[in-house]
């Protein structure tokens, strides 16, 4: 049985990715008690159930907080789980919920939107970093389907490298392990032919090619990566993002992003995100 655990902040976008889920053929179930999953695994595995996936948040309450010791019990088990732990910046949670007009499951009269977003993520921050986790501050609902999709399709007994793009404007991401700032370096923003372009463009890539230090840097990205890589695989580690920020993440951080990808994927599972293009 392969067993898919979503969780994360709410408004973050776990609604959208049961529902990929269930399209792909998984039999879902949201907001089960933390408590209860255990069970529920052993009734589907009886009923014949290969493949499911199930929504834990904070609406468990306290019992969120016991996932980790659960999951290993489900793991030896013999069920292949994997975690997928979706998150957004405050500011965003708190725009999103005031658009929908949707009341936080934290609310009441004595916490405002932001602290119930605040308190949330404190009693989460226990499960945030058990499983793959997704930034989804900048992404629209395709775009998260989209990255969804390519999770589901990875070999999970290898580890995952991701590089993946954005731009310093919009804040860091949130599910950065390394994170290498390329602003040093002359932007194609401000050529006028370059700039509607992106770092997957044959002119922008041959500038880029052609800008001194450029080179260099992504030959210390690279070394970087190379020599600390078996590290993270021998602590067991399923995914490891390297985050590539330029200003505006359409030309330098793409470039590297995407040449760093084609560099590594020959010795590692790896896969491209391009936040701002997204």
Known sequence: MQLFLISGLSGSGKSIALKVLEDSGYYCVDNL??????????????????NIAVSIDVRSANSVQRLPPLLQQIRQQGVDVHVLFLDAQADTL???????????????????????????????????DIGHHIDTTE????????????????DRARLTLLFQSFGYKHGIPLDSDLV??????????YNPELRPLTGRDTAVIEFL??????????SDIRDFVERW???FV????SYLTVAIGCTGGQHRSVYFAEKLARYFEHQQQVLVRHRELA
């Open 33 to 50: 008690p933390a408590d209860l999953l255990a069970a529920l695994v052993e009734h589907l595995q009886r009923a014949g159930y290969s």
């Open 94 to 128: 708190v725009k999103r919920f005031s658009e929908t007009r949707r009341l936080h499951p934290l609310s009441n009269n004595a916490r405002t939107l932001p602290e119930c977003v605040s308190y949330e993520r404190e009693l989460l921050a226990g499960i945030s």
């Open 139 to 154: 992404l629209d609902a395709n775009a998260l389907r989209a990255w969804i999709k390519q999770f589901i399709k990875l």
């Open 180 to 189: 290498f700032d390329v602003r040093c370096l002359p932007n194609p923003h």
């Open 209 to 218: 090619e052609n800008t001194p230090g450029a080179q260099d840097m992504f």
């Open 229 to 231: 890589l078996p590290c």
């Open 234 to 237: 021998a602590d067991n580690r």
